[in-house]
């Protein structure tokens, strides 16, 4: 499974997307659209060890809502994942076992070998 969630809105995701040269075998979701659903969530989050991994403290709401205050438990990480789209770090790409998330140029290169093989 070849499969990219991304931000449509986000010039950096655009960007990456046209850098990592796209097969018709690379599934994409834009998660302003259709945010990852709790099973996926779930498997990815044993690959990578927690969901914090995957939560993104970046995003704007991250302060607004004073969650940078908190300690949040596994549990909260998980339940803002799946209720706000804004959190999930992006861009976050599955190519078969392996996990690649955000946007860094290292990740991108590691993910770009990964999605050609």
């Known amino acids: 499974m070849k499969k990219i969630y991304y931000l449509s809105t986000c010039d950096t995701n655009r960007k990456i997307l046209k850098e990592l040269n796209l097969g018709k075998d690379v599934e994409l979701q834009d998660i302003k ?47 803002w994942l799946l209720e706000e789209y804004t959190f999930l770090k992006r861009p976050f790409i599955i190519s078969g076992q392996r996990v690649f998330i955000g946007n860094t140029a290292k990740v991108i290169e590691e993910a770009k070998i990964a999605l050609n093989q």
Do not use: H, M, P, W
């Not at 779930?42 to 908190?70: H, M, Q």
């Open 33 to 79: 659209e259709q945010n990852i659903d709790a099973k996926t969530l779930d498997c990815i989050k044993d690959k990578v060890g927690s969901y914090e991994a995957l939560f993104s403290k970046k995003a704007i709401k991250y302060r607004s809502l004073g969650l940078n205050t908190k300690n949040l438990t596994e549990e909260e990480y998980r339940q």
